[in-house]
């Protein structure tokens, strides 16, 4: 599959395996996809985020942040921890006891002895589900190549963090699909 990637598609891929190793992630999910989308320039992907208000370093990292906080939650979205709240489980108030007891970040899953694995990184179940999504709209569109732009139109359809934080920014499916294949506004070239 990768051979029909573009270059800003593999551009992307490589700098989701950095994030994850960054990170200390044990593998590359989709929440790293969309932190090196955001690290993008020049790209169909970029200009759609210009477009719709991500391009700002503030708003990037607003989306960082918000990242950040689901990681905290375990992966948890806000929409989850809402439905929890409804339930009587302050979300919140867990993850301070553990993180009071285990230190920051201990509900995030990252491994704190970072140089615990020099191999290859996998690809966890929601970045494997990005790919294989990006892969459809692409036929879907009848395009040739999967580029950074198919990328982006999965992580904001597939459920998830990464499609709630999009949304919560302004970048929704149907706003990003306009952006770049047309429809009254402007068109990524």
């Avoid at 979205?77 to 409804?86: F, K």
């Avoid at 790919?131 to 139109?153: Q, W």
């Amino acid at each position: 599959m990768f051979e029909r990637f573009t270059k800003d598609a593999r551009a992307v891929v490589r700098g989701a395996v950095e994030h994850c190793e960054r990170s200390g992630a044990g593998a590359v999910e989709a929440e790293h996809l969309l932190l090196a989308l955001l690290d993008r320039r020049g790209s169909r992907a970029s200009f759609a985020l210009t477009a719709l208000g991500l391009a700002a370093e503030e708003r990037k990292e607003s989306v960082r942040q918000a990242l950040g906080d689901a990681r905290r939650r375990a992966g948890l979205s806000q929409s989850e921890a809402d439905a929890l709240a409804g339930l009587g489980i302050d979300v919140s108030e867990i993850v301070a006891r553990v993180e009071e007891a285990h230190g920051a970040g201990a509900m995030s899953g990252d491994r704190k002895d970072k140089e615990w694995w020099s191999g290859r990184r996998t690809f966890g179940r929601g970045a494997k589900n990005v790919l294989e999504k990006s892969l459809r709209i692409a036929v879907a569109h009848r395009d040739r190549h999967i580029g950074d732009e198919h990328l982006l139109l999965a992580l904001t359809i597939l459920p998830g963090v990464p499609g709630e934080v999009l949304a919560d920014h302004g970048v929704t499916h149907e706003a990003a699909t306009r952006v770049l294949y047309g429809g009254g506004e402007a068109k990524a070239g």
